[in-house]
């Protein structure tokens, strides 16, 4: 079987984030394994949510960000990483807009157990 | 259920591959969903192998580095990535040290296919 370079699917992170222009969407830069990775970039402040059966880890590739848990907060600044158990409510924050990596299950639903009008994104929409 | 800091698991990229000493050793620096994130400093050339039921996403932190197939090569510069869907031969390699984030479901052995004398390593090594 012969793959084509569409296939090995290459690609520079700073490219992609620069064609992103929306806050909170997710974005599929490459699936692998059932899982996905997301470029998102953050600016405020996210609803609270868990995710019933996925692990997230968000890495951040600009700035800095929050993620609250009900009894602690967790700053992760440029080149920082934390993984957010399943079933862990959770919200994220960015005072200033940041960029960040996120490798979850692919068509994990970014509000996890709700659904919220303006924040609910659709799931595994490609840059 | 309570979660403490340990188990969130934040961490620096950066600070993490500073305590890395050894080329081609895979060290797992968190756990998700099956999969693990791995740090590994690149140098010289791997072994031709392949992966029966793993895809693998390489994003290149730091330095630069190439991935050969037997029909092709991409090059890789920081900030770059590029997943290697299962079953396609490749060999990673850097001319220079380089810095690179693997994604991959756990236990995935780093020369596959092949057992390899000096660049087999060992799995699941946590940092």
Redesign the interface.
């Known amino acids: 079987?012969?793959?084509s370079?569409s296939?090995?699917?290459?690609?520079?992170?700073?490219e992609k984030f620069s064609l992103i222009h929306e806050h909170w969407r997710p974005k599929v830069?490459?699936?692998?394994?059932g899982?996905e990775?997301k470029l998102i970039k953050f600016a405020g402040v996210f609803p609270w949510h868990h995710h019933e059966h996925?692990?997230?880890?968000f890495?951040v590739w600009r700035g800095e960000m929050r993620i609250e848990?009900r009894?602690?907060s967790?700053r992760?600044r440029s080149?920082?990483?934390?993984?957010?158990?399943r079933?862990?409510e959770h919200r994220t924050m960015a005072d200033v807009e940041a960029e960040v990596l996120v490798?979850?299950?692919a068509q994990t639903r970014n509000t996890g157990n709700v659904v919220d009008k303006v924040f609910t994104a659709p799931n595994g929409v490609p840059l």
């Open positions: 079987m012969k793959w370079m296939q090995i699917n290459k690609g520079s992170i700073d830069v490459a699936q692998l394994n899982q990775l996925e692990d997230e880890l890495l848990f009894d602690q967790v992760l080149g920082e990483f934390c993984v957010v158990p079933g862990v490798f979850e299950p």
